[in-house]
Structures are given as C-alpha cells and as structure tokens.
C-alpha cells in the first residue's frame, strides 16, 4: 500500500536531483559567504547578497512575462511583451499563472494570432477558476467609451423581426448614458438620455419618427421602458454582462449544479470571439438562462457577444458589440440641449 513504502523507496530520481540540488547551493552559499567577507561597503554587501540569492534560485519550469500589463485604455497596452510559456503548456501553470498569462496574451496580441484549435485547446485546459479570475480583475469597460450594438430581445413572447442597431455613449462616477436608435435597425430615431447625477431612477428621451417632438421623463422601470425591453438603461455596457457571468457562477457553486462548458470559436456578426456555452439542469428561473454563450473579446477582458436561451431551448436575448471605442466626453454629450440631438 502507498502509506506503507519506506522514506528510502519514496527516494524519486526528482528527490535525488533535488539533494544534490542542495548540496550544490550549499557550496555556492559558502562561496558567496566568504566573498561577502571581502566587501567593505555596506551598500556593496547588499549588492552582492541579491545577486547571490538570484544566483542560487531555482528556475520556474515555465518561463513567465513578468511586465505588468498597462491600464486598458493606456496608450502602451500594445507594448506588452508575448507570455514566454506556449499556449499547449499554460494548463500547467499555477492558477495565478494563467490569469497572467491571459492578461499578458491579451494585451500583447498574442491571443488573437492563436487559430481556433490553439484556442479551443487553451481554454479547455486551465482551471475552472481562471476565467472568471480573469474577467474579475478586468477592467471589464473604460472610464468613458462609445460603443455601436446589436441587440435583440424576445418581448412578451415575440422575437424582433430586426434587431436594435444602437450608438451607446457612457461615461462612470457619476454614471451617464446617451443612447441612440440608427436607422437601419428597430426603433429608429430614438435617443434617450440618463444621468444618475439628475435623477437616478428616471430617463429622459422620445420615441423617434413624428414623436420626437415630446421628449419626456419616464421611469426605469415604467410600461414605456418595459415595452422596448427586459433590462434598465443602466445595464447597458460591457460591465453588466461580466457582473451577470459572475453573479451566475456563484449561484452554480451554491446550488451544487454541475456548470457544463462547451469551448468553441466563432465569428459573430464580423466579430470573432472565444465562444462559452453554459447550460445547468434547473434552468429559470433560479439562474438567468436554462443556456448561455458568452463571446470572449481576443483582445480585452471582456464579452462581445451573449446570447441566452429560456427553457424551451428558444432563445430570449442576443447582444453584439460591433466596437468599442474609449473616449473622453464633456457635459454637452449628455446634454439634451446638444444641437447634435433631436430632442
């Protein structure tokens, strides 16, 4: 049995390697020992002990990008360097590892050279934990960006003919929307304006077509907002979507349901993403979706893509972010007197 082996037939070729590891940092200590002695110098001594101490060190088995990548807006995110370690070999790695691995592969470019297989393999071999490690640490949007969606909503029973076809303008702290309808999409015309500094539990806007001459203020939560779709105008953004995939994760673990994954890469509306597909047994309405697929941003820590699927298999909701753009606003952009509007 394996608790009844002695310590000398536990002895490994890796124990062995280990030892003489040891004795040999042992002599190299008691070398640097007796060089230390000659140093004079108290900041030279120092000096020496570091470089002794980095000499002796054993090498990680994978090599690691030790930059620390930049802010996702900073102008030097494309100057991070390409993890070391291959993508066939960071299922090995630490969880902590493969977090930095990703940040550093997105940041760099690295993760969108990667074909689809590399990149299904990839995925498939971390740690359960390393993703939603990765969207957590995020960011998961920019301090203030635009943004041009598609987006598709089942409404009391009835899927759209054509999509929602939106120009989004959002700044954070306090939190602000411009929202407007294109033309080639559902509900053309429209804008709305939000900005939790004025009134936090209302919106102002008009309909489009011959109503925009009565704008007016309506509720968040009211018949008017309701009948267009299932969410606030605070939900808009990529922030809501990555806090609503780590919200379900935690009801998954608290439930004790199985979370199956299915890992895929697809191009959605032009746009290519990591594809995650979640299903659970219990579906609504304990979690948001009986099924989910999550489209991972190459180059960001966050979705693209999302659609979800009630428990009748029909599918409920479908999000496209075509851009993202970070962006520097004034007060004018969330102004409904902007001549640039139609309020």
Request: charged share 25%; aromatic share 10%.
């Amino acid at each position: 049995m394996k608790h009844s082996l002695s310590v000398r037939s536990r002895r490994s070729p890796a124990f062995m390697r280990l030892a003489r590891f040891s004795s040999e940092t042992a002599t190299l200590s008691a070398s640097l020992t007796a060089s230390l002695r000659a140093v004079s110098s108290r900041r030279a001594l120092i000096g020496a002990l570091i470089a002794g101490v980095a000499t002796v060190a054993m090498p990680p088995v994978f090599a690691q990008n030790d930059d620390t990548p930049p802010a996702l807006d900073a102008a030097g995110a494309s100057a991070v360097k390409a993890p070391v370690t291959p993508s066939s070999q960071v299922g090995k790695l630490t969880l902590d590892q493969q977090v930095k691995w990703l940040r550093a592969a997105q940041q760099s470019g690295a993760m969108e050279k990667l074909d689809d297989t590399q990149l299904v393999a990839l995925f498939q071999s971390l740690d359960p934990l390393a993703l939603p490690r990765y969207i957590k640490e995020g960011p998961n949007g920019y301090p203030s960006y635009e943004f041009v969606m598609s987006r598709s909503e089942r409404i009391h029973g009835q899927w759209p003919d054509k999509p929602d076809h939106m120009l989004v303008r959002i700044a954070h702290d306090p939190l602000r929307i411009y929202a407007k309808w294109l033309p080639d999409g559902a509900h053309a015309g429209q804008e709305i304006i939000y900005d939790e500094s004025r009134r936090t539990d209302e919106m102002y806007g008009h309909l489009g077509g011959i109503m925009n001459v009565m704008p007016l203020w309506t509720s968040l939560n009211g018949a008017l907002a309701r009948a267009q779709s299932n969410h606030q105008v605070r939900d808009l953004g990529t922030e809501y979507i990555a806090n609503q995939y780590l919200s379900e994760g935690k009801k998954y673990i608290e439930a004790g349901v199985p979370r199956s994954t299915q890992v895929e890469v697809k191009t959605i509306d032009g746009v290519r993403v990591v594809a995650f597909t979640f299903e659970t047994p219990n579906g609504q309405p304990q979690f948001y979706a009986k099924k989910e697929t999550l489209g991972l941003d190459l180059r960001h820590p966050y979705f693209r893509t999302v659609e979800s699927y009630n428990n009748d298999g029909k599918i409920f909701e479908k999000i496209v972010f075509e851009s993202i753009t970070p962006k520097t606003f004034d007060d004018s952009t969330f102004d409904p007197k902007n001549k640039a509007y139609k309020f």
